[in-house]
């Protein structure tokens, strides 16, 4: 005998069984925290859309994302205020995956600090609303029929603690004096609207929930922040990344310091 090795012939009851790789879409994503998300769920091993746009920036970024060893990530032109943009997003996602596990609506804008509910112009009012409040129910609506379509379909609406009517009642709260006439409403509508999906997809495996990822330094406020953006991108993923079990229809603050990390609306 040439060999002292035998082989068997092994008699499989059917042909190994794909391993079948999350998705995840993650608007806004192009830097500061969002793109710190990107790069955090790519590492938990979940195929990761990062949303830009300009899909010209956002390829840019995910080429660099390459040469850093970041695998799993593709660049995805979505503008969250154009209903075509976020279609041909969603054609794509639906080409590439015929579903979507994870959706996380990061984009957002401000108009800075201070911001009179006195002067402030409609139109400055209007154009945050049209990003951060009409953007989120876009693209939600937009990618449900994917998300119906995950076994553990998950929607994290990134919010701010400036968007808390309860602390802004509060005249102890830290933040109390940060009044922003066009941000603060936006953020509240997108806490509204939370609720509101949430209950709607209460008996479905659904998860949805508003997350604060707290006071953070970034190109958003100058760099003003104490939290750092790979702080508040592993506080979105803990919340969202979730079991069957967890919680849906609530406000998770990392700026709540009481254990729970759930802040008042």
Request: glycine fraction near 6%; proline fraction near 4%; hydrophobic fraction near 35%.
């Amino acid at each position: 005998m040439a060999s002292g090795f035998i082989f068997k012939r092994c008699k499989f009851a059917s042909p190994l069984k794909k391993i079948e790789m999350k998705s995840a879409l993650i608007t806004g994503a192009n830097r500061s925290i969002g793109l710190e998300t990107v790069k955090q769920l790519a590492q938990e091993g979940i195929f990761v859309y990062l949303g830009s746009r300009s899909l010209e920036k956002g390829e840019a970024v995910v080429a660099q994302l390459n040469k850093e060893g970041f695998q799993n990530i593709k660049a995805i032109e979505i503008d969250v205020t154009k209903s075509d943009s976020i279609l041909a997003a969603k054609n794509i996602v639906e080409r590439d995956q015929g579903k979507l596990d994870i959706l996380i609506n990061n984009a957002g804008i401000s108009k800075g600090f201070p911001e009179s509910v006195l002067t402030t112009s409609i139109k400055d009012i209007q154009e945050v609303l049209e990003t951060n409040y009409y953007g989120t129910i876009r693209v939600t609506q937009a990618f449900m029929e994917l998300l119906h379509k995950s076994e553990q379909p998950r929607i994290s609406n990134i919010t701010s603690g400036l968007g808390s009517l309860n602390l802004h009642s509060d005249p102890n709260w830290k933040y109390y004096n940060v009044k922003l006439a066009s941000y603060f409403p936006s953020k509240a509508l997108v806490n509204t609207y939370t609720i509101l999906l949430a209950y709607e997809l209460k008996d479905s495996p659904f998860k949805v929930n508003a997350i604060d990822p707290g006071y953070t330094a970034t190109d958003f406020n100058h760099h003003s922040g104490p939290g750092t953006v790979e702080d508040a991108a592993a506080f979105i993923i803990k919340h969202t990344l979730t079991t069957d079990d967890a919680p849906t229809g609530k406000f998770f603050s990392k700026d709540i310091e009481d254990g729970t990390e759930i802040s008042p609306w």
